[in-house]
């Protein structure tokens, strides 16, 4: 297999992409391919600085008072007005809190309240596990009902007892991207609440939650947004929803006064009511600095280079991969994909382990997935090819069937 | 007033302290006297190191990888050991993740659906408010009903339709401890579960969760553990509940086999089951450094340390405080009293910023507490006497009542 011409284009494509310096944003290990950004985002180079302040000076010299001085306080709401702007809510409508699964107990719990007489929750069978699991557990704790449908077909179960329905925008095993507008119309006209999930979507595409008119989202702090492993994820509830909304995670943070140490909870007026507990200041916070990386960018460039890539490794894949055994799990509609390419492979384990070993990082999703995430930010189209190159080496040699790389799906 | 022989007999026990080289673990900045240690405790010095390592080894050089090559897999069942050994729990029956006020909800969750017939959840009244809020949803969610009662009269409510009696072992405002065995005997032989929020008490006196029996416990990890301004929580749940209890926060990583992306939840077999989404590795890991400041050190030299401040204290109000209008509020029997002693004043605001600016750091409890925390592991016997010394002269110089300082609740 000769690479030789795909690479010049690579080149070329990186030569003229008004996106490449965002590239130094980042601290990238020399010689990897990093294409797992859409599980744990690259470290910015912003990052480091400021979490040794953070330690050192906040937390070390001024202690408690940093509640006040550096402003502690106000982080979750401040942080979260810059996630704001990448998904294309106000700034108020947005904060930072908890993890993704609690955020997303937090918003059905308090959807579900806003539609009292309606009792059944609609999610996508596809969905991300632990959204399963959560949904699972609300309708329990409810006593309402479960119902799992594509997202594409949502119509079809749309009817009046349909309170609220949650999908992801981007499914995290395939890459399909949905319609958030058409969906989030369709259940506003069977008088439902909507709640999308954009861990897999937001930092990657343009995402316009106020304009499709979305009721409630949440999303991971770690994975396109770059927060750092296991950064605290967010929460969006439209503003017409703050003065009703209640969430079922009632800790102090979210009260109205939350220093008057009252005994019964009053929310706070706002999209405040949607935090619980103390924040985990120093992983909060380097997510903050983090954030910093999409200063001055516009989501449509970033949409661009996104599909600028997925593009090139899509057609290399039909050229190269196909013959080998890849079948392409993700569309190949722009819009019908986030920024990831999966490839089912018989021995995708083996696949995904062998191009580890190579220095090509993506990863594995029972029980047959090879999942490359191309993540706009930092990502290169010549390390499309390097990846191609080393997929085609890996299958030539044999890698792939180390005894080594049985099947294991206990592992990460 | 004269402390000059005050200080001369705190220099002695200082010297003679066999804890005194444990200060030493912690960066403190010079000439501070923090007594807030119980609100969010000092750095200790092994901490940035570790964070740094964490951010640009293992965050920026290994990335994904770090999940199994740095073990952040099994981090917060290995911190869950750590703390387990401060609060006499076995280190299988402890894990770290999410806030207290999380932790709590899923607790108090879990253990009434352990007593299903039972209706009633019984709370203190001077409970932190985030438990009394968090109780409140819970028994909403549950069709519940929450009785109030301070817990050394907790007998006058126990009857069979109390499911669940969780108090703290401390209480936050007033300094005062329960007595954790006898409590739980009681509501043991009411057939009702029993959950102890540890927030005011782990770290700074001996817990023996096992030997008092108790089913469940909660608490902080910023406090007298010193992990960090907002580092996640830890729950425990005794061994013998592990087949049964349910948490209502069905994360993926509290699942059974969570790589196996599977689409009904199946509990972890052991404490991991409490678990629910990805963990903010920077703050868990900077409490697992903070963490190792109890290395090698017996909860009850910690104790005896924590009771020759306190007692000090209580001495030197009594002689010199008392007669500028300072009362105790914490009881003075060893046995009841945690590691703070809390002083009413009608200007305790004023007080309490008068002594910020002063370098000597209490804080304020509506609507007129000044609550100084003598956390165990740094505090020496000297600064108790500059606390003392500090109270006189701001009162002396009516630093109090200064304009600026108007009561205010709605800053820390």
Redesign the interface.
């Known amino acids: 297999v000769d690479l030789t011409e795909a690479r010049r284009e690579a080149e070329q494509l990186d030569a003229r992409d008004p996106l490449a310096h965002v590239r130094d944003r980042f601290?990238i290990?020399d010689g990897?391919v990093?294409l797992?950004g859409n599980?744990?985002g690259?470290?910015p180079v912003a990052?480091?600085a400021v979490?040794?302040h953070v330690?050192?000076q906040?937390?070390?010299?001024d202690?408690?008072?940093?509640?006040?001085v550096h402003d502690?306080?106000d982080a979750p709401r401040r942080v979260g007005g810059q996630v704001a702007r990448l998904i294309g809510a106000e700034a108020d409508e947005v904060v930072v809190a908890?993890?993704?699964?609690?955020d997303l107990?937090k918003v059905l719990?308090a959807a579900a309240r806003l539609r009292p007489d309606r009792r059944t929750l609609v999610i996508e069978?596809g969905n991300?596990?632990?959204d399963?699991?959560?949904a699972?557990?609300v309708a329990?704790?409810?006593g309402m009902t479960v119902r799992r449908v594509d997202p594409r077909d949502v119509r079809t179960v749309l009817d009046d007892d349909v309170a609220v329905v949650s999908f992801a925008q981007v499914d995290y095993?395939t890459g399909r991207a949905y319609d958030m507008a058409g969906i989030t119309a369709a259940v506003h006209d069977a008088g439902a609440l909507m709640v999308w999930d954009l861990s897999h979507s937001a930092g990657a595409l343009p995402i316009a939650l106020g304009a499709c008119d979305v009721d409630f989202a949440v999303g991971?702090g770690?994975k396109y947004l770059n927060g750092?492993?296991?950064?605290?994820?967010y929460v969006m509830a439209a503003r017409r929803h703050h003065a009703t909304v209640r969430s079922?995670?009632?800790?102090?943070t979210g009260?109205a006064?939350p220093?008057?140490?009252?005994?019964?909870?009053e929310p706070a007026p706002g999209i405040d009511r949607m935090r619980?507990?103390?924040?985990?200041?120093?992983?909060?916070l380097?997510l903050e600095a983090a954030l910093g990386a999409f200063d001055g960018l516009s989501m449509a460039d970033v949409r661009e280079r996104s599909l600028s890539l997925t593009r090139l490794f899509l057609a290399l894949t039909d050229r190269v991969l196909a013959p080998l055994g890849f079948e392409v799990v993700t569309p190949r509609a722009d819009d019908e994909r986030g920024s990831q390419v999966s490839l089912a492979h018989p021995r995708a384990y083996g696949v995904v382990q062998a191009l580890?070993a190579r220095g090509v990082?993506g990863?594995f999703?029972?029980p047959d997935v090879v999942r490359l995430g191309f993540a706009p930010l930092y990502v290169r189209h010549v390390e499309v090819v390097d990846a191609v190159e080393h997929v085609v080496a890996v299958i030539e040699a044999g890698e792939e069937s180390d005894p080594r790389y049985v099947v294991q799906?206990?592992?990460?």
Chains 1, 2 share one sequence.
């Open positions: 601290s290990p990897l990093y797992d599980s744990l690259a470290l990052v480091p979490v040794e330690v050192a906040q937390w070390g010299r202690l408690i008072t940093s509640w006040n502690w306080w908890d993890s993704t699964s609690v107990f719990v069978p991300f596990p632990a399963l699991y959560i699972d557990s329990e704790l409810l095993r991971c770690y750092g492993p296991g950064a605290p994820a079922p995670l009632t800790g102090w009260h006064r220093f008057a140490m009252e005994g019964s909870y619980c507990g103390t924040p985990p200041m120093l992983s909060l380097a580890i990082v990863d999703r029972y799906h206990t592992v990460t």
